[in-house]
């Protein structure tokens, strides 16, 4: 038998024997169920046989080994997945010379190569983000060239894509040679290791094979540094990553810990998982209200941070009142910390520096929640729909960074500047992001605050002059949210893009594909062309 890629044993030949009786259809009972399963292939027999089981009739110990080969089927469906994508990225008709004319047409700087084509093509019926969609491509190639062995692993089921994706990213990009060099390395104990055990042993083998690079891959990295949008979390809440060189993130998670552990020994009666959350806003935005004991000392901030009430200095009120003889000093008048603080309290000058630049957050509420006579949610901008509680307190809070955008559900104003003007004024602007909330291309999620705003049937006339049809005006109906990487799709006649209603838009890809999106609402995006309607052989606009 040649050598597994996993360093597994061969397997002993009764177990053979009863796999093939496990696929020829015999009976499945509890006993030795998970070593007859794992001797099958993962395919459609696998997949048969875990679905004929009597789950409620196992034994407890067998039911964790149906969820590792139910797992095995999954992977083997992600190899197809990924397989089908790079097949994508390498079709003729993404290879199309019309295509390559728009593409030479894009902004100089702007290489839009068949991958992204195709992962433009997927993220609509996927309804995920371009970069994921780009990512299942580079799997496909990955998993068909240098790494083919971890592919066959995934294919096999013996490895879960997360732990494939890890390979991937960590080395799916280097020269062949090294590639291969690493996935020996790594691929035969990756069964016994978590996702981000294979991701340090990736690095550790990447560094062994090529130190050489080092250098150079950490320089690439680090130039990829970022902050991720806010992610939507249950309950109003929101999620960040950040991505930093190792350095930088140990200590700021240090120094974070230092603060939280510091204001426990002082009794602060919240958690460090709470401590260290509050603690990052404090610095980043300065909004809490420190406390400041007679003797210049800066007690801990008692902000618990659900609906607190706030008086009108912004300052956290309740039955937690200062302690005797502390007086209680905004951030923003002391943004230097603790002794910026005290400076400001014993009425010292002090240099504070420059201050934070200010930040403009929208908030969408309609006038029946604001008066409290209905609970609908309101919308923030950039994370979607908060509770009706939440809104209100936001709403009220004149202080703040908060812009209110009151709406009237009843109201069907159109806003219409004809071709007067090219640049939409700004109430017109705001309309339309308000309107759409997100970029109007299928599953992307870049909030309209940051999208160009695009004239879906061109404004000017094409450089030869002629336009095939007639130019759109600066107006509602034909104003849209676009992130940059869709607008220059779009631009370049990749995609094309249609609106029959204001707020309303019908998406074409490369492949044909067409797709109805009504982005500011909770509307689910239509696939058009589907089961039993071919796509057109042009699109009807």
């Given at each position: 038998m040649p050598d597994d890629p996993l360093g597994r044993a061969a397997p002993d030949p009764d177990d053979r024997g009863r796999g093939a009786a496990v696929a020829?259809?015999?009976?499945?009972?509890?006993?030795?169920?998970?070593?007859r399963l794992d001797a099958m292939p993962a395919g459609p027999g696998l997949l048969a046989e875990l679905e004929a089981l009597d789950l409620g009739a196992l034994p407890s110990f067998e039911l964790p080994e149906v969820v590792v080969q139910a797992r095995r089927v999954a992977a083997r469906a992600h190899a197809l997945e990924a397989a089908a994508a790079a097949a994508l990225a390498r079709h003729p008709d993404l290879r199309h010379p019309d295509l390559a004319a728009v593409c030479r047409s894009l902004p100089e700087g702007t290489a839009f190569v068949h991958a992204d084509l195709a992962a433009a093509d997927l993220s609509a019926r996927l309804l995920v983000s371009p970069g994921e969609a780009k990512l299942l491509i580079r799997e496909g190639r990955a998993y068909a060239g240098a790494l083919a062995g971890t592919g066959a692993a995934l294919a096999d089921g013996r490895i879960e894509p997360a732990k494939t994706r890890a390979i991937v990213q960590g080395a799916g990009d280097e020269p062949?040679?090294?590639?291969?060099?690493?996935?020996?390395?790594?691929?035969?104990?990756?069964?016994?290791?978590?996702?981000?055990?294979?991701?340090?042993?990736?690095?550790?083998?990447l560094n062994r094979v090529d130190?050489?690079?080092?250098?150079?891959r950490h320089r690439t990295a680090r130039a990829a540094?970022?902050?991720s949008r806010p992610r939507i979390l249950q309950d109003g809440m929101a999620g960040l990553w950040a991505v930093l060189p190792a350095a930088d993130a140990v200590r700021l998670d240090g120094m974070l810990d230092a603060l939280a552990r510091r204001s426990r020994q002082a009794g602060d009666p919240r958690t460090l998982d709470q401590l260290r959350a509050d603690e990052l806003l404090d610095r980043v935005l300065g909004r809490t209200a420190h406390l400041v004991a007679g003797d210049g000392t800066v007690l801990p901030s008692r902000r618990d941070g659900a609906h607190e009430h706030h008086d009108a200095f912004g300052l956290v009120a309740g039955p937690d009142a200062e302690p005797e003889g502390a007086q209680a000093v905004p951030a923003e008048v002391a943004p230097g910390g603790a002794a910026a603080a005290a400076d400001a309290v014993a009425g010292r000058p002090r240099d504070v520096g420059e201050a934070a630049p200010r930040t403009v957050v929208h908030l969408t509420v309609s006038l029946a929640t604001l008066l409290g006579a209905d609970d609908a949610p309101g919308d923030l901008a950039g994370y979607g729909p908060i509770d009706a509680q939440q809104a209100r307190a936001m709403a009220l809070d004149l202080g703040s960074t908060w812009q209110r955008i009151v709406t009237d559900p009843l109201s069907k104003t159109v806003l219409d500047v004809g071709r007067t003007t090219y640049r939409p004024p700004a109430a017109l602007a705001?309309?339309?992001?308000?309107?759409?909330?997100?970029c109007t291309a299928p599953g992307c999620p870049v909030p309209a605050t940051r999208c160009d705003l695009d004239h879906t049937r061109e404004y000017h006339p094409p450089p030869d002059g002629t336009p095939p049809r007639p130019l759109g005006t600066t107006c509602a109906h034909n104003l849209g949210p676009l992130c940059r990487t869709h607008h220059r799709l779009k631009t370049a006649g990749i995609l094309r893009v249609h609106q029959p209603t204001a707020g309303e838009f019908i998406w074409r890809t490369p492949t044909g594909h067409a797709f109805r999106v009504r982005p500011g609402t909770e509307e689910p995006t239509l696939h058009l062309s589907g089961p039993?309607?071919?796509?057109?052989?042009?699109?009807?606009f």
């Open positions: 020829a259809g015999a009976p499945v009972t509890g006993e030795g169920l998970g070593e062949a040679h090294v590639a291969a060099a690493v996935e020996a390395e790594v691929l035969p104990r990756v069964a016994g290791r978590s996702v981000r055990q294979v991701r340090a042993d990736v690095a550790r083998a130190p050489e690079g080092a250098a150079d540094r970022t902050v705001d309309h339309v992001r308000h309107r759409d909330k997100y039993g309607r071919p796509p057109a052989s042009r699109p009807p």
